[in-house]
Each structure stands twice: as structure tokens, then as C-alpha cells.
């Protein structure tokens, strides 16, 4: 996927293209969620809502904003079937999502978050494969960390479709990553068992086996289809890898803490003051 924002001239980009990129962009902007953006283009065109992410993403880059990493999407099977589609999806990870490990996010900043745990990568060299392996990844990880995806959609109540979700940035919302980095040697991500707690309760539960089989099978897909596209993994990138277990809506004064066996734990609250809408 392009990320130099010179690279697709505007008089290149389709009205519908723009249409959509606008309308969420808006939302992000306003607070005010958008209706869905599937009814803008042909039934199920996922390279279309790619091409509005992409614009989005090139927007973001020529206000300043750095990618530092990929997030994957629906990479459990039971998603996947509810969304009718067969395979992930991805979107880009800019630097301004991060929030520190322990800490909040204020209320207000996202329209309706919810939150999942993840095993991140951080990858020590590229991946340019086209046809990229999990031995490969294994190569090229750095080191491993747990993480928190909070994700946010930008359509009304959540009614999106694969080409929403695919045009919303993968429906990114923030970050937040362990402060324990872990070599990958001598782990076996596929067996990891991931707890999530909200206000100590266990909210969701799962394994590294139910992200596409292993953390290491996402990341390669990844990397497979970002060197197809042109634009590879590069060393330095942070991966998020897909979430390990059923993702929780979160609300003002909600405190979330996974623990992935192995990798240690990452913990966010959400501020309770003002409304988190």
C-alpha cells in the first residue's frame, strides 16, 4: 500500500473514493460517527476501500502524521463468517496512537471504543516477500511484546461490512504496548493464553492459536500482502497481530489489563470525566 502522499495525483482518485474518505474523515474530525460508507461503491470492493483508507492514510502523512506499523484485522474464523469475507484485512498505525503502558485515554478522543489484547511483533529487518513465510517472520522479529488494540469505528453503531472496516483504517483506533520486551526465541506464540480483565473481571480469554492459527501466520500474511502491493514491512515496524479474544466495548472509568502468558501484561484505563461517545 502507497504511503508517500505525492504517489496518487487527486485528479486520479475516483469521486466515490473521496466521497467516503471524507465522510470519515469528518467523523474522526467532529465526534459525530458517519452512516455506512459501503453504499458509496459496488457491492464487496475491497481494492475500493483500500483506495480510501490509502487516502486517508496519505491525508494523515501530509499533516505531519508517522506510520510506524500495521495493525491486522479479522483474523478469527467466527468474524470472518459473520462478515462473509475469507481472509484478514490491515490497516496503518500512526505514531499519535500510542498511549503509554499504565495509562488513560481521555474521554472524548475516540466515538466507540472497544478494546482487545494482542501479541505485537517488532521487526528487525524487512520482509519484502511476496510470498513470505512464517520462517521468515521468524527471521526478521526483533522482539515480541503484549498489547492492547483499542478499536474504533467511525460508522454508526458499528454497522460495517468488510469494505467499511477496510475503508475506516481497519477500524483503528489506539495502541498500547507492554514495556517488557521479550526475544522471540524459545516461544511458541501459537500456545500463548491471553486473559483480559476490565475492573478485574475476566471479559475475554484466548489463545494464540485462535489469531489465524498463530500470531506468526497473521504477520505473514501481512507481510505477503504489503510486498504484493509494493509497500513491505521494513525493519522497525511494529505489527499488531490480531486480536487473541472477543473484543469489549470499554466506557468512561473502565480499567482493562491483559496478561499473555510468556509475554507479560499491558494495561489502559478510560477517563471518567466528560462523556466517551
Known sequence: MPTDPDRVPPDAVPPAVVKAADALAEAARTGAACPPVRTLFDH????????????????????????????????SPAVQRQLGV????????????????????????LLQPKVEAEVALVLGSDLPYRECTVVDVLRAVDFVLPALEIVDSRVAGWDISIVDTVADNASCGLYVLGGSPVPLT??????????????????????????????????????????????????????????LGPMVPAAPGDVFEARISNLGSVRVGFSSDGDNQ
Open 44 to 75: 464487496g470492493d475491497i481494492d475500493i476501500a483500500y483506495a480510501v483508507q490509502r487516502l486517508n492514510l496519505q491525508r494523515g502523512q501530509a499533516d505531519g502524521r508517522r506510520i510506524v506499523g500495521r495493525k491486522i484485522g479479522l483474523t
Open 186 to 243: 524459545g516461544l511458541n506464540l501459537r500456545s500463548v493464553r491471553m486473559t483480559m480483565t476490565r475492573g478485574g473481571e475476566v471479559v475475554s480469554e484466548g489463545t494464540g492459536a485462535d489469531c489465524l492459527g498463530s500470531p506468526l501466520n497473521a504477520a505473514a500474511w501481512l507481510a505477503s500482502a504489503l510486498a504484493g502491493m509494493g509497500d513491505p514491512l521494513r525493519a522497525g515496524d511494529l505489527v499488531l497481530t490480531g486480536a
Open 86 to 109: 475469507d481472509q484478514p484485512d490491515f490497516g496503518a498505525l500512526f505514531a499519535d496512537m500510542a498511549v503509554p503502558e499504565g495509562g488513560e485515554v481521555p474521554a472524548g478522543q
